[in-house]
């Protein structure tokens, strides 16, 4: 067993955007999963059901987290989520690099970086999403484009802060497809994330840093995707959109890690 905590995360991205069904929703979370301990459970709710969802979450065992902020804390940045925001909700979490934010908004890993340090400085933890954008059978090419975009994420963030740091393996191929990568394939990527960390890094980083995989997880996956040391747990999207599935696969991920 290992001493890295599992994750379980969901992101919510822009399906849930009335505050009536995000509390609705993170209420029979709560009564679900509050006494549950030996997970970390982690919400990204819609932008806009934030501050409604972080009166039911705060002072329970279900975390808050944000699915992107600004760069900069404040300033004249119209239409930005500012990091003061979510630390006065009382927000702990930040997710960076999903690949809508680095197709569809044209984010660069210069610009994720500098985030992540932003994250890093208010104490808070980032969730940085790596991940091929095409299916691809050679390791190498697979290889080249989490190198690059670790490297480039983590860029001049020192050791010890890097270390709270989440990795989520995200490709954008099995990203809201009716199945998920396979998890021979997960296993591997996440040795070689933690390889790649190493080199970067050192031994030490790459096992205590945490690596969990999103793609299509579902309650029907999710035990496969995990049952591997390499991967700590794993970021939900639609799948998980009820309160009882998102349950099962925390219940599916305890069990195994416990073994």
Same mark, same amino acid.
């Given at each position: #067993?290992?001493?890295?905590?599992?994750?379980?995360? #969901?992101?919510?991205?822009?399906? %849930?955007?009335?505050?009536?069904?995000?509390?609705?929703?993170?209420? %029979?979370?709560?009564?679900?999963?509050?006494?549950?301990?030996?997970?970390?459970?982690?919400?990204?709710?819609?932008?806009?059901?934030?501050?409604?969802?972080?009166?039911?979450?705060?002072?329970?065992?279900?975390?808050?987290?944000? %699915?992107?902020?600004?760069?900069?804390?404040?300033?004249?940045?119209?239409?930005?989520?500012?990091?003061?925001?979510?630390?006065?909700?009382?927000?702990?979490?930040?997710?960076?690099?999903?690949?809508?934010?680095?197709?569809?908004?044209?984010?660069?890993?210069?610009?994720?970086?500098?985030?992540?340090?932003?994250?890093?400085?208010?104490?808070?933890?980032?969730?940085?999403?790596?991940?091929?954008?095409?299916?691809?059978?050679?390791?190498?090419?697979?290889?080249?484009?989490?190198?690059?975009?670790?490297?480039?994420?983590?860029?001049?963030?020192?050791?010890?802060?890097?270390?709270?740091?989440?990795?989520?393996?995200?490709?954008?191929?099995?990203?809201?497809?009716?199945?998920?990568?396979?998890?021979?394939?997960?296993?591997? &990527?996440?040795?070689?994330?933690?390889?790649?960390?190493?080199?970067?890094?050192?031994?030490?980083?790459?096992?205590?840093?945490?690596?969990?995989?999103?793609?299509? &997880?579902?309650?029907?996956?999710?035990?496969?995707?995990?049952?591997?040391?390499?991967?700590?747990?794993?970021?939900?999207?639609?799948?998980?959109?009820?309160?009882?599935?998102?349950?099962?696969?925390?219940?599916?991920?305890?069990?195994?890690?416990?073994?």
């Amino acid at each position: #067993m290992s001493n890295r905590k599992p994750i379980i995360a #969901m992101n919510w991205a822009m399906r %849930q955007n009335k505050n009536s069904d995000a509390i609705a929703f993170a209420e %029979q979370l709560v009564e679900l999963l509050d006494k549950d301990t030996k997970t970390e459970k982690i919400i990204f709710p819609s932008m806009g059901t934030l501050q409604a969802v972080a009166k039911i979450s705060n002072e329970t065992n279900i975390e808050l987290g944000a %699915q992107n902020i600004a760069p900069y804390a404040h300033g004249e940045y119209s239409g930005e989520y500012s990091i003061e925001s979510l630390i006065d909700i009382g927000g702990k979490y930040v997710e960076l690099g999903h690949w809508e934010r680095r197709t569809l908004f044209g984010e660069t890993d210069e610009l994720i970086n500098k985030k992540a340090k932003l994250i890093l400085e208010n104490n808070l933890i980032p969730i940085i999403c790596v991940g091929e954008t095409d299916k691809f059978e050679s390791k190498k090419e697979i290889e080249e484009q989490i190198r690059r975009q670790l490297f480039n994420d983590l860029l001049g963030i020192e050791e010890k802060k890097i270390e709270t740091i989440i990795i989520a393996y995200t490709p954008k191929w099995a990203v809201g497809k009716t199945r998920a990568s396979n998890a021979p394939h997960v296993h591997e &990527v996440g040795n070689l994330i933690r390889e790649i960390l190493r080199d970067i890094f050192s031994e030490k980083t790459s096992q205590i840093i945490r690596v969990i995989y999103g793609g299509s &997880v579902s309650p029907e996956n999710a035990r496969l995707i995990v049952e591997a040391k390499s991967i700590d747990g794993v970021l939900i999207g639609r799948f998980g959109s009820n309160p009882e599935r998102y349950a099962e696969v925390v219940k599916i991920i305890e069990d195994i890690k416990e073994t």
